[in-house]
Nanobody, 117 residues
Framework: QVQLVESGGGLVQPGGSLVLPCASLRSIIRFTVLGWLRQAPGKQRELVAT???????NYADSVKARFTISTNNAKNTVDLQMNILKTEDTAVYYC???????????WGQGTQVTVSS
């Protein structure tokens, strides 16, 4: 069983910053791809950022130069650093992991991020 637990969501003003950690109870070095997706009210879930086991990263155009995804192997976390937040970043953010070793794709429960003045 692979469990992913997100935290760090909350209310932040436009221009502010948040860090979203996603903790895995299993070693993250066994994951092929780790990522963050988000879903705003009335919209489809969309990719925010991914990082591979080779540390290759990919970002949605809307968050490039503002968000950074990284892994911490010692803590078994994949973190999303979000800077210069905008109201349109408001969404539920989900952690996602894919692993051949663990046998599938796994999701966290989601954490709400609200950007508002």
């Amino acid at each position: 069983q692979v469990q992913l637990v997100e935290s760090g969501g909350g209310l932040v003003q436009p221009g502010g910053s948040l860090v979203l950690p996603c903790a895995s109870l299993r070693s993250i070095i066994r994951f092929t791809v780790l990522g963050w997706l988000r879903q705003a009210p009335g919209k489809q879930r969309e990719l925010v950022a991914t990082i591979t086991s080779a540390q290759s990263t990919n970002y949605a155009d809307s968050v490039k130069a503002r968000f950074t995804i990284s892994t911490n192997n010692a803590k078994n976390t994949v973190d999303l650093q979000m800077n210069i937040l905008k109201t349109e970043d408001t969404a539920v953010y989900y952690c996602n992991a894919r692993s051949v070793y663990y046998g599938g794709e796994f999701w966290g429960q989601g954490t709400q991020v609200t950007v508002s003045s």
